[in-house]
C-alpha cells in the first residue's frame, strides 16, 4: 500500500495504490499517470458529480483487453489505456476514468484503487472512504457484469462479488456511492437488504433519525409478539 505522491497540482482526493497482484508498483503508479491524461480532455469536466459518472460507467460494455490501442508503461503487460472510448472499456480503463473525475471536481475522499488476482484473473477496482479515515474503505462496483458463453451461463461473476472476496466488505451500487460523498436522500429501508446495510458513517443525519425510528418500532413489534406467546403459554 502507498500514498500516491506524484500528482503535481492534485491535492484531491487522496489516491492510495494497492498492489496485490505481483505486479511492481510502477503498474497502478502508471494507472495515476493514466488518469491525468484524461483529466485533460475537455469531455472529462462534463461529469459534475458522482451519480453522473457512475451512472455512465454502469452504461458502458465491458470491453477486455486484447493487446490493441495505446497503453501506458509500468504494467507487465501494458495495459490498454484509451481516453473516453465509445466503445466499451476494461477495468482498468473504468477505474481510471473514475479517478479523472474525481481529480477534476476535488472529491474530499481518500480513492483506493486495488490490484489483485482474483482466481486465474486479475483485477483492478476502486473503493473510497472519508478523508483521511481509519474506516475500511467501500468497494465501488463501476461496470456491469461480464457477459461470457460459458457452458449454461450468460454472465460472469459480478464486480460485486469480486470485490466481497477481496475485501469481505459491502459494495456499493448506484445511489448507494453517494452516501460516502455526502450526498442523496436513499431510502433507509432500501439500506437494509441481506448484506448491504449502510455503515453508520456513510448515513445521512435523515437516514439515522429513520434507521432509529425503526429499530424502536421493530423493538416494540418484537416485545408485543413476546407478550403474547407469553400469554398464550399461561393461558395452556
Known amino acids: 500500500m502507498a500514498d500516491w505522491q506524484g500528482l503535481g497540482p492534485f491535492s484531491l482526493p487522496r489516491v492510495v495504490l494497492h498492489q496485490h497482484s505481483g505486479q511492481e508498483n510502477t503498474c497502478l503508479e502508471g494507472l495515476v499517470d493514466y488518469a491525468c491524461q484524461i483529466f485533460r480532455n475537455k469531455h472529462t469536466y462534463g461529469f ?8 455512465w460507467l454502469l452504461n458502458q460494455p465491458v470491453k477486455l483487453d486484447s ?5 501506458v508503461a509500468g504494467c507487465t503487460p501494458r495495459q490498454r489505456s484509451r481516453v473516453w472510448p465509445d466503445d466499451g ?9 473514475l479517478l479523472a ?4 471536481n476535488r472529491w474530499p475522499i481518500d ?4 490490484d489483485a488476482k482474483v482466481g486465474t484473473q486479475r483485477h483492478i477496482f476502486p473503493a473510497v472512504a472519508p478523508l483521511e479515515s481509519d474506516l475500511i474503505p467501500i468497494p465501488l462496483v463501476i461496470q456491469p457484469p461480464l457477459k461470457t458463453n460459458k457452458n449454461s451461463k450468460t454472465l460472469n461473476r459480478a464486480q460485486a462479488e469480486w470485490y466481497n472476496d477481496l475485501l469481505g466488505g459491502l459494495h456499493f451500487v448506484g445511489d448507494k456511492v ?12 432500501l439500506a437494509e437488504l441481506e448484506s448491504d446495510e449502510l455503515p453508520d458513517w456513510a448515513r445521512t443525519a435523515k437516514q439515522k433519525e429513520q434507521r432509529a425510528a425503526t429499530l424502536i418500532k421493530r423493538a416494540a413489534e418484537e416485545s408485543k409478539k413476546a407478550r403474547e406467546e407469553a400469554n398464550k403459554v399461561n393461558q395452556a
Open 178 to 189: 453517494l452516501r460516502v460523498f455526502g450526498m442523496g436522500e436513499l431510502s433507509d429501508s
Open 89 to 97: 472499456l476494461n477495468c482498468w480503463e473504468a477505474t481510471a476514468h
Open 111 to 114: 480513492f483506493h484503487v486495488y
Open 101 to 104: 473525475v474525481a481529480f477534476a
Open 48 to 55: 459534475q458529480s458522482p451519480e453522473a459518472i457512475l451512472d
Open 67 to 71: 493487446g490493441d490501442g495505446p497503453n
